[in-house]
């Protein structure tokens, strides 16, 4: 008995020996050929698929922003704070209007930028007097945490028709950069009276006509108390601001460019903000559904603005549409002016 298991083992160890012999004849086999093929394409000669580049840096970044992502919504840990040297800094950049601009839009796009974090709800610090007396601090603990090389940005559209608001930005920072986006200043009215009716819609409640609050029923001119109206004379309120902060601190995004071809408007933002390119068209795609561009951070996380955004207008007389655009012309070639730019308004 002990004869025929010394014999089965070794006819096991011969036949694993062949086995191992066999295979170790093949991989020689294998690398000869190996050293015999070239490379398709050399690596050192491969040329990235074009704008991978701008989007390595961003991906690189998926591990701190879901560190951030956390921390907003009050996961993170004291420890990864201290470990990540995270800072929750004052702003260096902020939107400050103009309501129904676009506001929204222009800092979700930047908020694409690896370089920027951005406040997520509107602070309104400067335009509002109980929380302006609550002091900087209270402000500083409003900012989002971010990493030292990071910008912060914040956007409060009342920011840029509040007259004590530029006085108390320059306290904080007279060297701040100023983010204003404006679009042509009848169709802004508009889209502002359409968001104030929505609202009072919903709470059941009427609302006048646009035409009605636009224009004034004794004198048939233009109403100028109408805040929808107002708020369009971008002149008046710039210069206010101009009292306090030179014109190159400031930078003017056309926000109706914004909305059909954002990739421009987004490259001269970086320019002013003295940031690297890093924004490309990977990052914009456009919803046709939606009918505006959605934003793409990376291959697994995409967004798209609230529905609220875009909401259809309701129809304006002619005649209205074209008193508005008259008495809006001065104002407008005057802007121009100021800023040293033009827009394509009637």
Not at 75 to 90: C, F, G, P, S, Y
Not at 184 to 193: I, L, N
Not at 200 to 215: D, P, Q, S
């Amino acid at each position: 008995m002990l004869f025929k298991q010394q014999v089965l083992l070794r006819q096991k160890l011969f036949v694993l020996g062949s086995l191992a012999i066999g295979s170790l004849l093949y991989l020689v086999a294998r690398v000869g050929t190996l050293d015999r093929l070239q490379p398709i394409c050399p690596i050192e000669n491969r040329v990235a698929p074009p704008g991978l580049a701008d989007q390595i840096s961003l991906r690189t970044l998926q591990y701190k922003r879901s560190l951030l992502h956390e921390l907003r919504k009050g996961n993170a840990t004291k420890e990864q704070i201290r470990l990540h040297n995270l800072v929750q800094q004052l702003p260096r950049a902020i939107i400050i209007g103009v309501r129904k601009g676009g506001t929204r839009a222009l800092l979700e796009m930047l908020n694409l930028h690896p370089a920027v974090v951005k406040a997520s709800q509107e602070i309104h610090f400067f335009d509002n007097d109980q929380n302006y007396a609550r002091g900087i601090d209270w402000y500083r603990g409003k900012m989002p945490f971010s990493f030292p090389h990071q910008i912060t940005i914040e956007k409060s559209p009342a920011y840029f028709i509040t007259e004590e608001v530029p006085e108390r930005i320059f306290k904080m920072n007279s060297s701040i950069k100023l983010l204003i986006i404006v679009r042509e200043p009848t169709t802004r009215a508009v889209s502002d009276y359409t968001q104030v009716l929505e609202g009072k819609e919903r709470k059941n409640k009427t609302y006048h006509k646009f035409e009605k609050l636009a224009i004034d029923t004794n004198t048939c001119e233009v109403n100028t108390k109408y805040k929808a109206v107002r708020t369009s004379i971008y002149t008046k309120h710039l210069e206010r601001w101009l009292k306090y902060f030179p014109v190159e601190q400031f930078h003017i995004v056309d926000g109706d460019r914004l909305i059909t071809d954002p990739l421009p408007e987004l490259q001269l933002v970086e320019r002013f903000l003295n940031l690297p390119s890093r924004i490309s068209q990977y990052n914009l795609y456009f919803n046709a559904t939606r009918g505006f561009y959605c934003l793409r951070f990376n291959i697994v996380f995409s967004k798209c603005l609230a529905g609220s955004k875009g909401r259809t207008h309701p129809e304006v007389d002619p005649a209205v549409v074209a008193k508005l655009r008259k008495f809006f012309h001065p104002f407008n070639q005057k802007f121009y002016q100021i800023i040293g730019r033009t827009f394509n308004w009637p």
